[in-house]
């Protein structure tokens, strides 16, 4: 009789239903082991629409995607209409405002583009053996493109976070390859946009970004983060036609200091500059003083150092921003 295949080695057993938890498991360890090996620090997350391309140049075809994540086209029916379109009424009614839409969209595709570039050069310049405030994406297209982008076009490491879905996708070209994630639970996922991420920057985008967004807000709000987050919600043409957080505040539902959780933006250099005020206060600021008052060799070590150095039972069971306030 032939040996028996190892447990870790069954396939079928790991892909079944019995082996869920070592997959859940694996999606914490295997990429906690790639960010001590690449020595990342922390991250600033890039959260926005996957579904529209940039504009390369003036003369390109702008595109409308089929769904998040996905490399197929939508059907010409939903694609923004040509200027010949509009110019002899052969074009419909939402084909026209998508025409408008998606220039408007091309121009935060190169927003995020250059925001991710302007940050990615500043951290760069941070005194550390760490990498830090590293641009992270949800790894495909449109935004999440454009973020890799800006930071591979200045030099940077930059991270990718793909999620497996039933129709085709794929990671863009921009990613540090060491730093391409592919997760198959969009909740571990999640957990690693959250663990990381010391600063936070919406784009425009459909039911993934707002789910993203508002659970770290949700997550901020409710003090289950122990750590200060930065949010930059950017674009707030479109993000005030989306909702109305005034009407929450008017009814109740939340308090006026929760609008405090987020800054809007609607420029790279606006959006860059309450990254850099709120990182410099929350983090550096801060670690530059403990670093000259408090040299001794009984200082305990930060949370930040403990992870990336090795980490002990206590990191696995209680992430940073999942620990509640005393």
Same mark, same amino acid.
């Given at each position: 009789?032939?040996?028996?295949?190892?447990?870790?080695? %069954?396939?079928?057993?790991?892909?079944?239903a019995d082996g869920r938890l070592i997959r859940i498991v694996s999606e914490f360890l295997e990429p906690?082991?790639?960010?001590?090996? =690449?020595?990342?620090?922390?991250?600033?997350?890039?959260?926005? &629409?996957?579904?529209?391309?940039?504009?390369? =140049? /003036?003369?390109?075809?702008?595109?409308?995607?089929? %769904?998040?994540? &996905?490399?197929?086209?939508?059907? &010409?029916?939903? @694609?923004? /209409?040509?200027?010949?379109?509009?110019?002899?009424?052969?074009?419909?009614?939402?084909?026209?405002?998508?025409?408008?839409?998606?220039?408007?969209?091309?121009?935060?595709?190169?927003?995020?583009?250059?925001?991710?570039?302007?940050?990615?050069?500043?951290?760069?310049?941070?005194?550390?053996?760490?990498?830090?405030?590293?641009?992270?994406?949800?790894?495909?297209?449109?935004?999440?493109?454009?973020?890799?982008?800006?930071?591979?076009?200045?030099?940077?490491?930059?991270?990718?976070?793909?999620?497996?879905?039933?129709?085709?996708?794929?990671?863009?070209?921009?990613?540090?390859?060491?730093? %391409?994630?592919?997760?198959?639970?969009?909740?571990?996922?999640?957990?690693?946009?959250?663990?990381?991420?010391?600063?936070?920057?919406?784009?425009?985008?459909?039911?993934?970004?707002?789910?993203?967004?508002?659970?770290?807000?949700?997550? /901020? @709000?409710?003090?289950?983060?122990?750590?200060?987050?930065?949010?930059?919600?950017?674009?707030?043409?479109?993000?005030?036609?989306?909702?109305n957080l005034k009407v929450l505040v008017d009814t109740g539902a939340i308090s006026p200091k929760d609008?405090?959780?987020?800054?809007?933006?609607?420029?790279?250099?606006? /959006?860059?500059?309450?990254?850099?005020?709120g990182l410099t206060e929350n983090y550096l600021a801060a670690e530059a003083a403990s670093a000259h008052?408090?040299?001794?060799?009984?200082?305990?070590?930060?949370?930040? =150092?403990?992870?990336?150095?090795?980490? %002990?039972?206590?990191?696995?069971?209680?992430?940073?921003?999942?620990?509640?306030?005393?």
């Amino acid at each position: 009789m032939e040996r028996a295949p190892l447990a870790y080695e %069954n396939l079928g057993f790991l892909n079944s239903a019995d082996g869920r938890l070592i997959r859940i498991v694996s999606e914490f360890l295997e990429p906690l082991a790639r960010f001590r090996r =690449e020595q990342i620090q922390d991250t600033v997350v890039f959260f926005g &629409s996957a579904r529209f391309r940039g504009r390369e =140049e /003036a003369d390109h075809a702008l595109e409308l995607l089929d %769904n998040t994540g &996905s490399t197929q086209p939508a059907p &010409s029916e939903e @694609q923004p /209409a040509k200027p010949v379109e509009i110019a002899t009424g052969t074009a419909t009614d939402l084909q026209r405002k998508r025409a408008v839409a998606a220039v408007e969209m091309a121009r935060y595709y190169e927003d995020a583009r250059r925001l991710a570039q302007l940050l990615t050069q500043w951290a760069k310049t941070i005194p550390s053996r760490k990498h830090r405030f590293v641009v992270t994406s949800g790894g495909g297209p449109g935004i999440m493109e454009a973020a890799n982008r800006g930071a591979y076009e200045a030099g940077g490491k930059t991270i990718g976070m793909n999620i497996l879905l039933p129709f085709e996708q794929r990671p863009n070209p921009y990613i540090t390859p060491s730093l %391409n994630f592919e997760f198959h639970y969009f909740f571990m996922r999640k957990l690693w946009f959250a663990y990381l991420a010391k600063a936070l920057v919406v784009f425009p985008g459909g039911f993934g970004t707002l789910d993203e967004m508002f659970e770290i807000l949700t997550l /901020a @709000q409710t003090q289950k983060m122990t750590k200060k987050i930065t949010v930059v919600i950017y674009g707030p043409e479109y993000w005030k036609k989306v909702f109305n957080l005034k009407v929450l505040v008017d009814t109740g539902a939340i308090s006026p200091k929760d609008l405090d959780l987020f800054k809007f933006a609607d420029s790279p250099e606006e /959006a860059f500059e309450l990254l850099r005020q709120g990182l410099t206060e929350n983090y550096l600021a801060a670690e530059a003083a403990s670093a000259h008052g408090a040299h001794s060799e009984t200082r305990k070590p930060s949370h930040d =150092e403990d992870l990336m150095a090795g980490w %002990n039972m206590d990191d696995f069971l209680s992430p940073e921003f999942a620990k509640t306030r005393k």
